[in-house]
C-alpha cells in the first residue's frame, strides 16, 4: 500500500491511495439514502449516484464536480406534493373538491392527467392551437371587451388575460403576434369592461399599439372555475372540477426546479423530471436518456425592464431563468443532451447561452402554449451543433438563433442539421422552422449553417386574420453569414424569409441558399427597407441550384431583383422526384440529375437538396433511443 503525506497548518497528516477512489451512493426506498439530495450532501467530486426505480419529490443541487447521477428503472424526480383529504364543496354553481396547501401551485395533476388552471373559453383544443381562443377588443384606455364572457361570473381580479392584437396601425386591422400580452385584471366595470393592470404587461405592445380587435382568453381566476379538468389556487385554497374516476388526492406542483446544476462533468442519465425543469450553470454537463415532462407551467411576470417597455420582455418574450419560463436552461459551456425528450410547456423546451454545446436525437415537442414568441430549442451560444433532434407541435419556431437587439445575443459558428420540424409556428407568426435575427450586416458575421434538415408545415395559427406569413428557414434584419444549403421545405407560406432592413455597411452579407426543394411552398420572401426612406437591395443574398414543385406554386422570378440568384428550377412535376408524399425527394428526372452547377468552387451535378447518387439522407431522431 502506498503512504501519501500532506502538511497542513504546519501539522503532518496521511491517507491512503484507497481513500481517494470514487465512492458508489445507492439511493431508493430500500437502499442507505432515501432521497437524493440526502446523498449528494455526502459526496465528493467524482463519485456516483445510483437511483432506483421510484418517485422523488424534491429538488437536487449538484455542486460538486465530476458527478454521476443515474437512475436504474424508471426514475422520476418530481416537482410536485400529493395533497390528500380532498372535500366535496361547491363552485359557481359546478360541484368541485377543496384543499389546503402550504405554498402557491404552479401545475396540477389527478390521476396522473395533467388538469389545465381555470380559464375561459374552456380548453377543448391541443394547446399549440389557438382554436379555443375568443374575439376580443382593447380599447383606448387599455379596457378589455370580451363579447362572449358572462361577466356575472365575478370580478375576475385574480386573473389574468392572454391576447394577441394588431395595432392601430397595423394593415387591415389585422392580429400579429407581435402584440401577444398577458395582463393582470383589476377588475370589472359597471359596463362590462375588464379593468387590467397596463404597468405589469408580460410583453408586447399597449397603448396605441395594442388598441382594437384581438384573440384571447381569460386564466387563473375562480370567477371562470366550471368546467370539468380546471382547477384554481389562491395560494392556499384549491379547488377542483374533478373529472371522471377523481379520487380525493391530487399532485400539486410546488417546486419550479427539479436540478439545478452548478458543478462541472456533471452526467445526468435515466432520470426523468415530471413537472420539473433543470437549471444549468456548470461546464460539461450531460443529460443522456432524460425526460423533462410539462416544463415550465403559466406563469405571469412583469415586464419591468425599461428597454422594452413598447416591445418583447425579456422575461416573457425569451424567458428568465430565476422563474423557470425558459425551459432547461443551460449558460455553462460544452454542455451535451442525447437521446433525451423535452415536452409540454407553456414556454419554450431548451434555452442554451453556453457555447460548444451538442444537442443529438433528442424530441421537443408540444412547446409554447402561451404563444409567447419562443422556440422549442434557443441555441443562442458560439459553436453549437444541433443533429438528427426532432422538433414538434411548436406554437413558436422550431429552432432560434438569437437576436442581437433584445437579448444582446446570437449564434456563431452554429451547426444545424439533419433535423425534423413539422408543426411550427402553430401560434406565432414571423418565424419559421429555423429562425435568427442579429440586426446590422456590421455586427459580426454568425459564420453557421443550415444543412439537410427538412420542415413540414409553417402555416401560422388556425384561427384569426394575421399581419406576417410563417417561414421555412428565415433569416431576418440583416443579419449576415449564413450558409443554408440541402434543406427540404414542405407546406410553409414562404419556403424561405431575408429581410434587408439596413444599407450600405450595414446591409446582410453572405447569405447563401443553395440546393434546397421547397414543395407546396407559395412563395420566397424579400423584406427591403431603410430608416431613410430609400429602400436598397444591397444585401449580398444568392441562391443557387434550389427547386421548387410541384408546377402550379412557388416563383423564382417574382424575386428576381431582390435575389442574385441562378440555376433554381421550378415548374416540375411532383414525378421530377421519387416520392414526395412519403417525404423521399431524390430526384428521378434528368435535368435535375445532372443540371446543377458548381457552389463556391465545390462541384454540384444536381438541382435541389438530394444527391441522386446517394438518396435520401436520415433525418430526425431514432425515437426507439429515447425514454
Known amino acids: ?47 456516483l449516484v445510483v437511483v432506483s426505480e421510484g418517485i422523488y419529490r424534491e429538488s437536487i443541487e449538484i455542486k460538486n464536480n465530476n458527478i454521476k447521477l443515474v437512475g436504474e428503472g424508471h426514475v422520476i424526480i418530481s416537482g410536485c406534493d400529493i395533497v390528500n383529504g380532498l372535500q366535496p364543496c361547491e363552485v359557481n354553481g359546478v360541484p368541485a373538491l377543496k384543499g389546503v396547501t402550504e405554498s402557491p401551485v404552479y401545475d396540477l395533476f389527478c390521476g396522473g392527467r395533467y388538469l389545465m388552471p381555470a380559464r375561459f373559453p374552456d380548453k377543448t383544443a391541443p394547446m399549440t392551437s389557438n382554436e379555443d381562443w375568443t374575439e376580443s377588443f382593447i380599447g383606448p384606455q387599455g379596457n378589455i371587451n370580451v363579447p362572449a364572457l358572462q361577466h356575472t361570473r365575478g370580478k375576475l381580479s385574480d386573473g389574468y388575460y392572454v391576447g394577441m392584437h394588431g395595432s392601430a396601425r397595423a394593415r387591415h386591422g389585422k392580429l400579429s403576434s407581435w402584440y401577444s400580452i398577458t395582463l393582470p385584471i383589476t377588475n370589472v366595470t359597471d359596463t362590462g369592461y375588464i379593468c387590467v393592470d397596463a404597468n405589469n404587461a408580460s410583453s408586447g405592445f399597449l397603448g396605441q399599439f395594442g388598441l382594437g380587435k384581438g384573440l384571447g382568453y381569460i386564466i387563473g381566476t375562480k370567477a371562470v372555475l366550471d368546467a370539468p379538468g380546471e382547477w384554481y389556487s389562491d395560494g392556499r385554497n384549491l379547488y377542483i372540477i374533478p373529472t371522471d374516476g377523481s379520487d380525493n388526492s391530487c399532485e400539486c406542483r410546488t417546486r419550479l426546479y427539479g436540478a439545478l446544476v452548478s458543478g462541472s462533468n456533471v452526467h445526468l442519465e435515466n ?144 451547426i444545424w442539421e439533419y433535423n425534423y420540424l413539422e408543426n411550427v409556428c402553430r401560434m406565432i407568426v414571423d418565424q419559421g422552422f429555423f429562425y435568427v435575427n442579429h440586426q446590422a450586416g456590421d455586427n459580426p458575421k454568425a459564420n453557421s449553417v443550415w444543412r439537410y434538415n427538412v420542415g413540414k408545415g409553417s402555416r401560422g395559427p388556425l384561427k384569426g386574420e394575421w399581419t406576417n406569413t410563417t417561414v421555412g428557414y428565415y433569416v431576418d434584419n440583416s443579419s449576415s453569414g449564413y450558409h443554408i444549403h440541402n434543406n427540404i421545405a414542405v407546406d410553409a407560406n414562404e419556403a424561405i424569409r431575408y429581410n434587408d432592413t439596413q444599407d450600405g455597411l ?45 408546377e402550379t406554386e412557388l416563383d423564382f422570378n417574382l424575386r428576381a431583383k431582390q435575389y442574385n440568384w441562378k440555376n433554381n428550377l421550378q415548374n416540375q412535376p411532383d414525378s421530377a422526384v421519387r416520392n414526395p408524399a412519403k417525404m423521399d425527394f431524390t430526384p428521378v428526372a434528368d435535368n435535375l440529375r445532372t443540371g446543377g452547377i458548381s457552389v463556391l468552387g465545390q462541384e454540384m451535378k444536381y438541382i435541389g437538396a438530394v444527391d441522386p447518387e446517394k438518396g435520401m439522407w436520415k433525418y430526425g431522431a431514432e425515437e426507439s433511443e429515447l425514454p
Open 271 to 414: 432520470i426523468c423530471f415530471k413537472a420539473a425543469t433543470a437549471h444549468i450553470s456548470g461546464d460539461h454537463v450531460s443529460l443522456r436518456k432524460c425526460a423533462f415532462e410539462y416544463i415550465s407551467p403559466f406563469q405571469h411576470n412583469a415586464n419591468n425592464n425599461p428597454q422594452n417597455k413598447r416591445g418583447q420582455s425579456l422575461v416573457s418574450g425569451w424567458g428568465d431563468p430565476e422563474n423557470g419560463t425558459a425551459g432547461v436552461y443551460v449558460t455553462g459551456d460544452h454542455f451535451t443532451a442525447e437521446n433525451s425528450r423535452f415536452s409540454k410547456s407553456w414556454w419554450c423546451g431548451m434555452t442554451v447561452r453556453g457555447s460548444n454545446a451538442r444537442i443529438e436525437n433528442c424530441v421537443v415537442e408540444d412547446m409554447n402554449w402561451i404563444a409567447k414568441r419562443c422556440a422549442g430549442i434557443f441555441s443562442w451560444g458560439d459553436s453549437n451543433i444541433v443533429r438528427h433532434c426532432t422538433l414538434r407541435n411548436l406554437g413558436g419556431a422550431g429552432i432560434e438563433g438569437g437576436n442581437a437587439g433584445w437579448i444582446k445575443q446570437y449564434a456563431k459558428n452554429n
Open 1 to 47: 500500500m502506498k503512504i501519501f503525506f500532506v502538511a497542513l497548518s504546519g501539522a503532518l497528516f496521511f491517507t491512503t491511495a484507497s481513500n481517494l477512489k470514487a465512492e458508489r451512493f445507492e439511493v431508493g426506498s430500500k437502499k442507505p439514502y432515501k432521497t437524493i439530495s440526502s446523498a449528494l450532501e455526502c459526496m465528493r467530486d467524482g463519485d
Open 506 to 550: 450595414k446591409a446582410g452579407k453572405d447569405i447563401l441558399y443553395h440546393n434546397n426543394t421547397f414543395y407546396n411552398c407559395d412563395e420566397l420572401g424579400f423584406g427591403c427597407w431603410s430608416s431613410g426612406g430609400k429602400a436598397q437591395t444591397d444585401a449580398e443574398v444568392m441562391l443557387i441550384n434550389n427547386l421548387s414543385l410541384p
